[in-house]
């Protein structure tokens, strides 16, 4: 197939869409906590009902998408996007809120599982590696961008008056007083210019490669009674669950411990915390052409557990760099604990990537033990679990024996050449 720029430019949007969406989150928490009165362990299922969606739906996700193709899957995707802000908006209870976000995380789990092989047909094979990585920094610049919109929007929505007339319009929709659900309103009318662009485009049928097929009921079966399949599966859990716990705890840590402002400071961190992933990322890529990914992974997992010790215990200022430092150092994380996993097992790697990606279930369950073990010892101390799933993560580092090591070249090589 020929090479659809216009095509790659939608799929670079949706990357954004996905990321400004669903990490929006971690600055809410506070205000969420604050607004229902919650615990911290209610307010922990928030997260857990969108990344139990995303657990469950990742495997029949890739299923349904194989035997339906891609533009219908993304158009139902986008509308149950569409169906879960919307109904949170309409009617902003707690309740409501739970289901809402099941509901959207259903339908980003369809759109993550479409869109790495969509890329690859809309921008050659040639150029898939170039623009999976372009992928990821819009995904990183969305969720850098978000927290700040969220803070402009808090901003603009207390005015009096309002002179902006899109903000005007959100605040006509919100209910209850609650302004923060104005960003509910804003996500529909993404949503729905979303669907429109997709209704009028064409979306090519894309041929999956092996190792982006389902596999049968039976192949799954096999690879989980795989020593390694499981130990992989739980290092997807564990690093999902420490990104997820920081992105959504870090600003209701700040206000709790250190009075700071969620819908400025705090909404800043989590940006920041994202944004400085984003580069990290691009240093990672630097990294593993210099060294073995065990090496790297070794360091990056010690070097978090420092960081996360200074963010929990050190001053305000301290915490409020030491957290979105975190995010830098862990961003290498997944994309070695994935290549490990895939290079440690012979066959079968699409099936393997879907219990891999069903992983991300960890951004469920981990927020909700630390929410769970804030109520009865902390926040602070509850976070501190964080270096058990860190811990984890270095135990793979050292377990791991991939049958093929990243190559790398050594600095002579490089400036010789």
């Not at 209870?93 to 790495?116: C, E, K, P, R, T």
């Not at 990585?133 to 309002?162: C, D, H, K, R």
């Not at 290092?235 to 669950?241: F, L, R, S």
């Amino acid at each position: 197939m020929q090479r659809n720029n216009f095509l790659v430019g939608v799929i670079l949007l949706i990357w954004f869409v996905i990321s400004f969406v669903t990490n929006i989150l971690g600055p809410l928490m506070p205000i969420i906590i604050q607004t229902y009165n919650l615990s911290l362990t209610m307010a922990a299922f928030l997260p857990f009902s969108f990344f139990l969606a995303y657990g469950i739906m990742s495997i029949p996700s890739g299923i349904m998408i194989e035997r339906i193709g891609e533009k219908k899957s993304m158009l139902i995707a986008f509308t149950l996007n569409f169906i879960g802000v919307t109904a949170f908006g309409l009617f902003p209870q707690y309740g409501i809120a739970l289901a809402s976000l099941f509901i959207i995380g259903i339908g980003m789990a369809m759109l993550q599982v479409i869109i790495n092989p969509l890329m690859r047909t809309a921008g050659g094979e040639e150029n898939f590696a170039f623009f999976s990585v372009l992928g990821q920094l819009v995904f990183g610049l969305a969720s850098f961008v978000s927290p700040f919109v969220f803070s402009y929007l808090m901003t603009e929505l207390s005015a009096s008056p309002i002179n902006n007339p899109l903000i005007g319009a959100l605040a006509s929709l919100v209910k209850d007083n609650l302004s923060w659900t104005a960003l509910y309103w804003l996500f529909s009318f993404i949503f729905i210019l979303i669907l429109l662009l997709l209704s009028f485009i064409r979306i090519p049928r894309v041929e999956l490669k092996e190792d982006e097929k389902s596999g049968a009921a039976g192949i799954y079966l096999a690879l989980l009674k795989n020593r390694d399949v499981r130990l992989f599966f739980i290092g997807i859990v564990a690093y999902v669950g420490t990104e997820q716990a920081l992105a959504n705890w870090m600003s209701e840590f700040l206000r709790s411990y250190h009075e700071v402002d969620p819908n400025k400071d705090g909404a800043q961190a989590v940006a920041w915390f994202w944004g400085l992933m984003s580069l990290g990322c691009l240093l990672g890529l630097v990294l593993l052409k210099l060294f073995d990914s065990k090496l790297i992974l070794k360091l990056a997992a010690i070097v978090s557990m420092v960081f996360v010790t200074v963010a929990l215990f050190g001053s305000k200022d301290v915490a409020l760099y030491a957290f979105p430092a975190t995010g830098f150092v862990i961003s290498v994380m997944f994309s070695i604990i994935f290549s490990l996993a895939l290079n440690s097992v012979a066959q079968h790697h699409g099936s393997f990537s879907g219990i891999l990606c069903s992983g991300i279930f960890g951004g469920a369950l981990v927020p909700l033990i630390i929410g769970s073990l804030g109520d009865a010892i902390g926040l602070r101390y509850a976070l501190m679990f964080l270096y058990i799933t860190l811990a984890y993560i270095l135990f793979l580092a050292y377990y791991a024996k991939p049958m093929i090591n990243n190559k790398t070249i050594s600095l002579k090589e490089m400036f010789n050449k």
